[in-house]
Nanobody, 114 residues
């Protein structure tokens, strides 16, 4: 399984950004995909996750600002980031979990700064 994330970059506070993550390889229909983020010196934290059935989960700090969605036909997830804040600055990673195994993509840098 391979995961390819894209969409990171520099955005001003209050702006929007959309991340994408496409999974390929041996993917089963029932899985969980999600976005995590990490800053230097801190542990990687869950931002949002979504099951193949569409159930979502968000960390409190991004609720009402970020939206995770997925396209099951293309094994792709998205993270729509609105009203971004400087504290959202991090390397964002996507993950796919299936059959008790986790697969990670390479991170994409998101920087929120004026």
């Amino acid at each position: 399984v391979q995961l390819q994330a894209s969409g990171g970059g520099l955005v001003q506070p209050g702006g929007s950004l959309r991340l994408s993550c496409a999974a390929s390889g041996s993917i089963v229909s029932r899985n969980v995909m999600g976005w995590y983020r990490q800053t230097p010196g801190k542990e990687r934290e869950l931002v949002a996750s979504i099951t193949s059935g569409g159930w979502t989960n968000y960390v409190d700090s991004v609720k009402d600002r970020f939206t995770i969605s997925r396209d099951n036909a293309n094994n792709t997830i998205y993270l729509q980031m609105n009203s971004v804040k400087p504290e959202d600055t991090a390397v964002y990673y996507c993950k796919l979990g299936q059959w008790g195994k986790d697969y990670w993509g390479k991170g994409t840098q998101v920087t929120v700064s004026s």
